[in-house]
């Protein structure tokens, strides 16, 4: 069975939203609230979120949506409240052709109801999308990478991944050139990617760099130290004798980057042994690695394993590489952290 659908309605359901987070990136407002766990979250994350939730409840009612946030923190501030419907109903109406296909919403209650549609606990049954509406608020906030990320399971698998990478540059070669891409997977039909610019372009088929040799390897990782320790992977840098200095970027982009040939390997090396990984930060980027021709485990080289909830609690870290990599890698970096971390 093709998820070609499924795809299609995830491309169009993360570029409608984009309209909106590159709305508030490019501007002074962003209305952010600190979370519980203390992590920000913007006026673009819940907007993209209710804008998301409600594409795929026109298209697939039966569907459940495992998504990030909730609208506690739009219920306790009007004003919050006002500025993100006012993005949202200027979304709806400047992008009226696709009404029909991702249907609208009709007011800020309906809006607020839609967000919490994205509560669902996960597992291992059914037709399941995992969406984070910004990830890498941090970044978003900063004025770096963020990503629109979104995948869609069946009984706890991954069939389809969508990332849109708004502030990646189209041709890797021209950092300073046009910026904005979209890359989508479906499990078993190979990886694509597409300037943002161009919604109707058929997307051109994407692989990972064939580098094999570590002294030409370069890692991408995290900016947020708090997220991944950047002392273990320089470590493990080390003992591998790469010598390149490593990509720094927020958010799914390193899966994005890493899938279409910028950069050979992507680790998220635990700060903390209670943290668990969120299905949302990984289910779209995880599947776009595999298609463009990469393994993604865990530390301990487990798959990971999406049927276990909101989060995915059996696993620990992040190792992404090159298929040919990959088990030496994965070496290293046992190596590395059994003496303090396994
Ligand atoms: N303590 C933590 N360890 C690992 N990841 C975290 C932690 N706290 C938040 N995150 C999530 O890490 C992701 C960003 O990763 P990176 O550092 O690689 O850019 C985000 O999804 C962020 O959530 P959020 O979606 O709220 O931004
Ligand atoms: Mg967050
Ligand atoms: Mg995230
Ligand atoms: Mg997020």
Request: proline fraction near 4%; hydrophobic fraction near 40%; charged fraction near 25%.
């Amino acid at each position: 069975m093709s998820y070609a659908n499924e795809r299609r309605i995830a491309e169009l359901a993360i570029q409608r939203a984009c309209l909106l987070t590159e709305r508030v990136y490019n501007s002074q407002v962003k209305g952010t609230i600190t979370k519980g766990d203390k992590s920000p979250v913007t006026i673009a994350d819940f907007g993209a979120q209710a804008l998301i939730i409600s594409s795929i409840a026109h298209a697939f009612p039966e569907d459940s949506v495992v998504g990030e946030e909730d609208s506690s923190g739009l219920r306790a501030d009007q004003s919050k409240r006002d500025l993100v419907w006012g993005l949202v109903k200027d979304t709806l109406d400047a992008t009226k052709e696709l009404t029909a296909e991702l249907g609208k919403i009709k007011d800020d209650e309906e809006m607020l109801a839609v967000i919490d549609k994205g509560t669902h606990q996960g597992g291992s049954v059914g037709r399941i999308w995992a969406l984070d509406p910004i990830d890498g608020t941090k970044g978003f906030l900063r004025g770096g990478q963020y990503a629109v990320c979104l995948g869609f399971m069946v009984d706890g698998k991954v069939q389809v991944g969508a990332l849109v990478c708004p502030n990646l540059p189209v041709d890797p070669e021209k950092p300073e050139g046009e910026k904005g891409i979209l890359l989508s997977a479906i499990r078993g039909e190979g990886a694509t990617m597409r300037p943002l610019s161009a919604p109707s372009a058929q997307g051109t088929p994407i692989s990972m760099s064939s580098i094999t040799d570590f002294s030409k390897a370069r890692f991408c990782e995290g900016v947020e130290a708090g997220h991944s320790s950047h002392s273990e992977q320089a470590s493990i840098a080390k003992s591998l004798g790469i010598t390149a200095p490593s990509i720094q970027m927020d958010s799914q982009a390193k899966y994005a980057s890493i899938s279409r040939g910028v950069g050979e390997i992507y680790l998220r090396l635990p700060t903390s042994m209670t943290y668990e990984e969120k299905i949302w930060d990984h289910a779209a980027g995880s599947l776009i690695v595999e298609e463009a021709g990469g393994v993604v485990t865990d530390i301990y080289g487990k798959e990971l394993d999406f049927t276990q909830g909101r989060t995915l609690k059996t696993n620990k870290g992040i190792v992404a590489a090159l298929k040919a990599l990959h088990p030496t890698v994965l070496k290293a970096v046992q190596e590395e952290l059994k003496v303090s971390k396994l």
